[in-house]
C-alpha cells in the first residue's frame, strides 16, 4: 500500500489540528462571553446546545477539552517518533469516539445542531484518519523527517 | 583482511537485521496497543450512549428532591405564585420557562442563597412568571404551576418540577409528569388543580406573562425584573450573572 510521506501526513495534521484549536477557541469564547446561561428565545440550534446541561463535562466546558485535545494533536505533529504517533492516534481516536457521542447528543437528546460542534466533529474525524495512516504506516520506523511548517 | 573485512560486513548485516526485527516489534506492539484503544473507544462511546438515555430526568414514577423543596419554601408564606411575605418592600420578579436548563440552574444554584438572604428575612418576595416559548409542553407545564399556586403550592411546583426536569423538548412533560409533581408538590385538591390549569384564567395568565416578557424585551429565560420603593417601575435585569447580583439589585430597590 502506497502511504503518503509522513512528513506530508504531519503538515496536514498540524494544519486541520490548528483548524481545531480555532474553532473549539470560538466556540469558547462565544459561549463565555454571553454572561451567565439563558435560553434563548429564537436563538439558533447552538444557543441550544451551548446552555444543555451537556455543554459542561465535570464543570468543565466542553469546547475546552477540545482545545486541549486540538493542542495535544498540534504538538504530536511537530515530532517524528513513535511515541508522537501514537499518542496523536490515541487523542484523535479520544476526540472522535467523544465527537461521535456529542452528535449522537446534539441529533437524539438536545435536538439541535450546531454547526461549530459539526465542523469540530469533521476535522475530528479528519485528524483520525490521518492519525491512523500515519500510524499504520509509519509504526515502527524511525526517520528525521523535518519539522512541519505550520499551514 | 580479507576475512576481516567478511566479519565486519556480517556483523552489520546481523546489526541491520536486528534492528529490522526490533522496529518490527515495536511495530507489532503499537499496533496492537491501537487495536486495544480502538476497542476501549468503542466500548466507552456505547456505554456513554446507553447510560446517557437511561439517566435523563422527567420520570414521573421516581420524584427527587421533594424534601429539599419543603426545606427551602416549607416556611416561606405563598400566596399564588409570589414567595414571601406580602409585605415585603421590594418585588423580584422572575421570567422562566419550566422546560429550559437555565432556570433550572438559576433554581438548584442562585435562587437558594436570594430566599435565604432577601425572602427569608422579609425583605423581597419573588414572584414567578411564565415566559413560556421553548416548545409545545412549555405553557402546559407554566399553567400547571399556576394552577398549584391557586393552592398555595406554586413554588412547591416549580421547584419540584426544576429538580426533576427531563430533556428540553423531549416530551417528558405530559399530564401524568404534571400529575406527579403537583402530588409531590403537596397539592391537596387534584380535582381542582385539573380543572384549574385547563381554565381560562390560569392559560390566559401564561399567555399574558409570555406576552408582557416579550414587550419588555426580554430575550430569554430566566430573565429577572424588580420593583421596590427606589425603583422608577419595573427595573429589568435580564438574566443576571449570580445571586450576588440579584441581592445587590434588591438592595437598591429597597
Known amino acids: ?151 | 583482511m580479507s576475512n576481516k573485512r567478511e566479519r565486519e560486513k556480517r556483523r552489520e548485516e546481523r546489526l541491520q537485521a536486528e534492528a529490522k526485527v526490533d522496529s518490527g516489534d515495536r511495530r507489532t506492539k503499537l499496533l496492537q496497543w491501537a487495536a486495544g484503544a480502538v476497542f476501549l473507544a468503542i466500548v466507552a462511546v456505547v456505554v456513554l450512549i446507553v447510560v446517557n438515555s437511561g439517566s435523563e430526568g422527567g420520570d414521573a414514577e421516581n420524584l427527587q428532591g421533594a424534601s429539599e423543596v419543603d426545606a427551602l419554601v416549607g416556611n416561606v408564606p405563598q400566596n399564588g405564585m409570589t414567595l414571601g411575605k406580602p409585605s415585603a418592600k421590594v418585588e423580584l420578579i422572575e421570567y422562566g420557562d419550566l422546560q429550559c436548563p437555565a432556570c433550572k440552574a438559576f433554581a438548584d444554584e442562585v435562587l437558594p442563597q436570594v430566599i435565604e438572604n432577601r425572602v427569608d428575612s422579609g425583605e423581597a418576595k419573588i414572584t414567578f412568571h411564565n415566559f413560556a416559548f421553548l416548545g409545545e409542553q412549555s405553557a402546559p407545564a407554566g399553567a400547571a404551576a399556576l394552577a398549584a399556586g391557586e393552592q398555595g403550592r406554586g413554588w412547591n411546583f416549580l421547584e419540584l418540577f426544576y429538580r426533576n426536569q427531563g430533556t428540553e423538548n423531549s416530551g417528558y412533560a405530559d399530564d401524568a409528569f404534571l400529575k406527579a409533581v403537583a402530588e409531590g408538590a403537596g397539592v391537596k385538591d387534584i380535582a381542582q388543580w385539573e380543572s384549574d390549569r385547563e381554565s381560562a384564567k390560569v392559560t390566559g395568565e401564561v399567555q399574558r406573562t409570555t406576552a408582557e416578557a416579550q414587550r419588555l424585551g426580554f430575550e430569554g429565560t430566566p430573565s429577572f425584573a424588580v420593583e421596590g420603593p427606589k425603583t422608577n417601575g419595573l427595573e429589568l435585569l435580564g438574566t443576571p450573572n449570580g445571586a450576588e447580583e440579584i441581592e445587590e439589585a434588591i438592595d437598591a430597590a429597597g
Not at chain 1, 33 to 46: H, I, M, Y
Open chain 1, 1 to 151: 500500500m502506497n502511504f503518503p510521506s509522513e512528513g506530508t501526513l504531519r503538515r496536514a495534521i498540524a494544519f486541520v489540528a490548528a483548524l481545531g484549536v480555532g474553532v473549539a477557541t470560538y466556540i469558547t469564547i462565544a459561549e463565555s462571553g454571553g454572561g451567565a446561561p439563558a435560553c434563548l428565545a429564537g436563538g439558533g440550534g447552538c444557543a441550544t446546545v451551548a446552555n444543555s446541561s451537556y455543554s459542561e463535562i465535570a464543570g468543565i466546558n466542553v469546547a475546552i477539552l477540545g482545545i486541549v485535545g486540538y493542542l495535544i494533536l498540534l504538538g504530536t505533529a511537530f515530532f517524528a517518533n513513535d511515541a508522537a504517533r501514537f499518542l496523536g492516534f490515541a487523542a484523535a481516536l479520544g476526540g472522535f469516539g467523544f465527537s461521535i457521542y456529542l452528535t449522537y447528543l446534539e441529533i437524539f437528546t438536545i435536538e439541535a445542531i450546531c454547526q461549530w460542534c459539526v465542523a469540530s466533529a469533521v476535522l475530528m474525524t479528519v485528524l483520525f484518519l490521518l492519525n491512523a495512516t500515519r500510524l499504520i504506516g509509519y509504526a515502527g520506523t524511525t526517520t528525521s523527517a523535518a519539522v512541519p511548517e505550520q499551514g
